[in-house]
């Protein structure tokens, strides 16, 4: 089945986490797996007000060590304590932001996947990488790290596509995730500015298993209309 998940990176405090959520649980989402993924002051409000439906609650990055002296860093365990079902790691803003390496990306998804939680793991080409005709190199060197478990999918995010409206094209998807499959055998989601008006087209190539959303999945009804279109492509 095809997985939507929402990345709402630092948005949605507690508050308008439980508004999203309370609406969120009233739609019809048959058909698809839908994940949100609320900054961690607001895991709480998700799980407590998506509990008892499908919808799976997911941390933005999680700590590979279950506890210890590292400063501001949360464990898989006490995500799995919260009732958390499972981690984003490896997201480009992690590693162009905060210094975050393929080896450190993947203790990560390992300490994230042994403590029992889903994980998704992100790589992708920046502009100039792929001007330079590095994309392969790249994706392989990132997809490299990680090890095919049932609980790990991976997430193909072109850095230039992220927040910046300019969505790879379907076939530049399916590309990329062919080639990535070809070395890591998981399903592969498509990030970058996705939206209710291409998701269709992105979620028909055969090699994209669904989709993480970023801004799109702050409001309620694009998020919504994006999960109904990964129902109706596999139905
Ligand atoms: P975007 O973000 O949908 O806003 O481009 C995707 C992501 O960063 O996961």
Same mark, same amino acid.
Request: with cysteine; aromatic share 8%.
């Given at each position: 089945?095809?997985?939507?998940?929402?990345?709402?990176?630092?948005?949605?405090?507690? =508050?308008?986490?439980?508004?999203?959520?309370?609406?969120?649980?009233?739609?019809?989402?048959?058909?698809?797996?839908?994940?949100?993924?609320?900054?961690?002051?607001?895991?709480?409000?998700?799980?407590?007000?998506?509990?008892?439906?499908?919808?799976?609650? =997911?941390?933005?990055?999680?700590?590979?060590?279950?506890?210890?002296?590292?400063?501001?860093?949360?464990?898989?365990?006490?995500?799995?304590?919260? #009732?958390?079902? #499972?981690?984003?790691? @490896?997201?480009?803003?992690?590693?162009?932001?905060?210094?975050?390496?393929?080896?450190?990306?993947?203790?990560?998804?390992? #300490?994230?996947?042994?403590?029992?939680?889903?994980?998704?793991?992100?790589?992708?080409?920046?502009?100039?990488?792929? =001007?330079?005709?590095?994309?392969?190199?790249?994706?392989?060197?990132?997809?490299?790290?990680?090890?095919? !478990? !049932?609980?790990?999918?991976?997430?193909?995010?072109?850095?230039?596509?992220? #927040?910046?409206?300019?969505?790879?094209?379907?076939?530049?998807?399916?590309?990329?995730?062919?080639?990535?499959?070809?070395?890591?055998?998981?399903?592969?989601?498509?990030?970058?500015?996705?939206?209710?008006?291409?998701?269709?087209?992105?979620?028909?190539?055969?090699?994209?298993?669904?989709?993480?959303? @970023?801004?799109?999945?702050?409001?309620?009804?694009?998020?919504?209309?994006?999960?109904?279109?990964? =129902?109706?492509?596999?139905?």
């Amino acid at each position: 089945m095809t997985l939507i998940a929402a990345n709402w990176k630092m948005y949605k405090g507690p =508050a308008e986490a439980a508004e999203f959520c309370l609406a969120l649980r009233e739609q019809d989402l048959d058909g698809v797996n839908v994940v949100v993924a609320p900054p961690y002051v607001s895991l709480a409000v998700a799980v407590q007000l998506l509990a008892g439906t499908e919808i799976g609650v =997911a941390a933005q990055n999680v700590h590979w060590e279950p506890e210890g002296a590292y400063t501001g860093e949360i464990s898989a365990t006490m995500l799995r304590e919260l #009732g958390v079902y #499972g981690a984003i790691v @490896g997201h480009s803003e992690r590693r162009q932001y905060f210094g975050e390496t393929d080896e450190l990306v993947a203790s990560r998804a390992r #300490g994230a996947l042994e403590a029992g939680l889903f994980v998704i793991g992100c790589v992708g080409e920046t502009e100039s990488e792929r =001007a330079q005709g590095k994309t392969e190199e790249v994706l392989r060197r990132q997809v490299s790290v990680f090890e095919p !478990d !049932d609980n790990f999918v991976v997430a193909y995010e072109p850095v230039w596509a992220i #927040g910046t409206g300019k969505t790879a094209t379907p076939e530049l998807a399916q590309e990329a995730h062919a080639f990535l499959k070809s070395v890591l055998d998981v399903p592969v989601l498509y990030g970058g500015s996705v939206k209710p008006d291409n998701a269709d087209s992105l979620l028909a190539q055969p090699d994209v298993d669904g989709a993480l959303v @970023g801004g799109a999945s702050l409001d309620l009804e694009s998020f919504t209309e994006i999960c109904r279109a990964g =129902a109706r492509i596999r139905s």
